[in-house]
């Protein structure tokens, strides 16, 4: 009993340090429902769909979301599509990050951008939310915006006061078309952060 208590409020190990060094939640935004699944503003559902199918991966019912984990070079990656709704990722995010011990700097969170042309990508270690409602809310739960996010261009083409229905409207055919590659350079990018890390994804993936 003496030692279950001393385990229980000791220190992590340095070999458990490794261990969650090598753990990645990966999280894509979206809002769950069938009315939302080819928007643009559920790109980040949209990118760990693919990856999971490519990889033949199933999605569990968690709390606050869908799970499935993927193993790949030694390194754990939780993909995470929270059910929260946009508006409360961080809820989710907080909670997988907290219960598998993941590292702030192991975070990837992946989201539609209306200030880049569609399908261009920029990822970056930190900054502001630019006005996303699901960054802005992870940033407050979080306390802090010093985690990485993979930004996919979604453009702004829509007419003044519009900007609701376009983001939350279906791919054209243009855009449905070139989908895919976007979606496979996106599911290497995934795999480039946790095994060749971040700056090394920047300089291989920002701008294609």
């Known amino acids: 009993m003496i030692k279950w208590i001393t385990k229980l409020f000791s220190s992590p190990s340095k070999e458990e340090n490794i261990d969650n060094m090598k753990k990645f939640l990966i999280v894509g935004l979206g809002n769950i429902g069938a009315e939302y699944v080819n928007t643009r503003h559920n790109i980040g559902f949209k990118v760990l769909d693919y990856l999971a199918k490519k990889e ?36 989710a995010v907080q909670y997988w990050m907290e219960k598998e011990n993941i590292p702030l700097e192991n975070i990837f969170v992946i989201t539609d951008d209306l200030n880049l042309s569609f399908g261009t990508i920029r990822i970056k270690p930190k900054g502001s939310d630019g006005g996303h409602n699901g960054l802005k809310n992870i940033n407050l739960v979080l306390n802090t915006n010093q985690y990485t996010r993979f930004r996919f261009g979604i453009s702004d083409e829509f007419k003044k006061g519009k900007q609701v229905d376009y983001v939350l409207g279906e791919w054209n055919d243009q855009e449905k078309e070139l989908l895919p590659e976007r979606l496979e350079v996106a599911s290497e990018i995934i795999k480039s952060f946790g095994t060749a890390g971040l700056e090394n994804t920047m300089t291989s993936f920002n701008g294609k």
Do not use: I
């Open 56 to 91: 033949s991966l199933d999605f569990q019912t968690v709390k606050l979301g869908a799970l499935a984990e993927y193993k790949f070079k030694g390194r754990s990656f939780f993909l995470l599509k929270p059910n929260t709704y946009m508006n409360l990722s961080g809820k």
